[in-house]
């Protein structure tokens, strides 16, 4: 099989061929495939004609799509569009392509089936019943999230793409509508999540559900990709897609070219590592046999101890993080770590200060498999932390006064009954049963008054007398009742989770004093 050509996984195949006119395109094509054929008939496979799908990729304006003939009785006409005002798409392994290759009947398509797992969360829960949302988040994360992304290696670089000619720098890659889509999506899901009111913000979604955002998100797989084109092996197919070709002649001859595609440019954002190489398993005697002989490491240690003593002068007993029993006459024996055995914690020691030390020169200099996914973490932090920084700016600020820090991590909040965690998310975003949320929508049915007969404002579960009555019983009360909106507000924000929902069953604030 000719790779430059012809690429597939598993039992499909797929064609293509490149050239400046589509005559001549399809006309290579027919070549191709009257060769598979006949391959096939060689080798008795059956192929199944009824399956063949071809589409035109060009960047000519037109629908001139003509059909590969290949004989009398085979035909392979260009896929059509599905509904009136979409684009032509074939999909080959869930990825759909368009014929200008801008992905969006693929986005669609995979956001369409993110969307229905994510009603389904929604359906489970509602504000005051339904699963804890530290359950819905993983749903999110293991169902949602890998739906929505699949396939973003084949459309997704960055916002940016080097312009053609490289003095212009970067240009963008227009991918904003596919980044929109996606985080759109996500906050659908999280709206399954989170019992939060409908106006609540979205960027304060993504941070109180502990989720990545829709660009995070797109960064994270292409920064996994990434890692994934610096750790495959040697004889993978894309090891040798990676590298620019080189410069023949002209200006630059020797160098390589400026990196075009997806995978070029990918490849060269963490540093090369030696490449792993496939080769067979090697168990030397005794190396699948348990070390530990079911015993635990405090009986290990003094029977490790007691060995060691009774060892004659002229053996010597040397420590190792890991060896293999090779030559006669050498005997391997577990010691089990930090268990106070002396020289077992010299070792560990001298092997840990190696590892910080590091050497400019040898094979110590040369980036580890481990160390390059040190700083694939790095820079999925400093996306998320990017994304943060940009979006912050734009809440309001008493949200940016309770919420300083965007941590993908299930949160301690997220335990909470959901009718407590609604209450704790409403006052942090401001959101909620207040006065002044009331006025700014015209809810005219609203209450906007508490029973004590003061205003519902955000700080008023400190601030209201009833609530100030009830501190007397609670040992985590302040040692003065709040009398102002600052001392309040600083109050409130001291409080964690569980405190604050001991607060509310104290005082039957929002049940029995200040209702809807």
């Known amino acids: 099989m000719d790779q430059t050509l012809r690429f597939g996984y598993a039992d499909d195949l797929a064609l293509y061929r490149a050239s400046h006119d589509l005559t001549q395109n399809v006309r290579l094509l027919a070549k191709d495939v009257q060769s598979i054929l006949a391959w096939g008939e060689y080798n008795k496979v059956a192929f199944a004609p009824e399956k063949l799908e071809m589409i035109h990729i060009t960047r000519h304006r037109g629908d001139e799509s003509p059909s590969i003939v290949v004989n009398d009785r085979l035909t392979i006409d260009p896929v059509q569009a599905k509904k009136p005002g979409y684009a032509p798409t074939l999909r080959w392994l869930g990825v759909f392509f368009d014929r200008k290759l801008t992905w969006r009947s693929h986005i669609l398509a995979r956001a369409g089936k993110a969307r229905a797992v994510a009603q389904h969360i929604r359906n489970l829960a509602r ?200 030559q006669e006459g050498i005997n391997l024996r577990w010691a089990p770590g930090h268990t106070g055995i002396e020289g077992n914690e010299a070792a560990d020691n001298l092997a840990g200060e190696g590892a910080l030390r590091g050497s400019a020169i040898g094979m110590e200099a040369e980036p580890t498999i481990s160390g390059i996914r040190s700083i694939f973490r790095e820079l999925r932090n400093e996306a998320r932390l990017r994304w943060w920084d940009t979006v912050s700016q734009k809440l309001s600020q008493w949200y940016r006064r309770w919420s300083d820090t965007y941590e993908i991590d299930s949160l301690p909040e997220l335990e909470l009954r959901r009718p407590a965690l609604h209450r704790w998310l409403a006052l942090r975003s401001s959101h909620g049963d207040f006065d002044w949320y009331h006025r700014k929508f015209n809810h005219e049915d609203a209450k906007l008054d508490c029973s004590c007969g003061r205003r519902k404002s955000l700080e008023h579960l400190a601030l209201c007398p009833k609530t100030q009555r009830s501190f007397r019983h609670w040992p985590k009360r302040p040692p003065t009742p709040p009398t102002d909106r600052i001392e309040a507000v600083a109050y409130l924000r001291s409080l964690d989770p569980k405190q604050f929902v001991e607060l509310l069953e104290l005082t039957s604030f929002y049940s029995r004093v200040c209702t809807r």
């Not at 994360?141 to 960055?158: D, H, M, N, Q, R």
């Not at 709206?191 to 939060?196: C, H, K, T, W």
């Open 127 to 326: 504000t005051t019943c339904g699963p804890a949302a530290s359950s819905l988040r993983k749903a999110v994360i293991t169902c949602v999230i890998p739906s929505l992304t699949f396939g973003t290696e084949a459309w997704y670089g960055g916002r940016n793409r080097p312009a053609k000619q490289a003095s212009k720098g970067t240009v963008s890659a227009r991918v904003g509508w596919h980044i929109n889509v996606i985080e759109s999506t996500l906050a659908l899901a999280i709206r399954g999540v989170l019992p939060v009111w409908r106006t609540t913000p979205t960027p304060s979604l993504f941070r109180d559900a502990g989720i990545p955002s829709g660009y995070a998100t797109l960064e994270e797989a292409k920064l996994r990709f990434a890692l994934r084109l610096n750790t495959i092996h040697k004889g993978h197919t894309l090891v040798r897609r990676i590298r620019p070709p080189m410069i023949t002649r002209g200006r630059g001859t020797g160098t390589r070219q400026p990196a075009k595609t997806i995978i070029q440019r990918l490849g060269s954002i963490l540093p090369e590592v030696p490449r792993p190489t496939l080769s067979p398993l090697h168990y030397s005697p005794g190396c699948r046999i348990d070390p530990t002989g079911g015993i635990d490491k405090a009986t290990a240690s003094k029977a490790f101890q007691v060995w060691q003593e009774s060892l004659p002068p002229t053996d010597i007993c040397v420590f190792s993080d890991g060896s293999e029993q090779w």
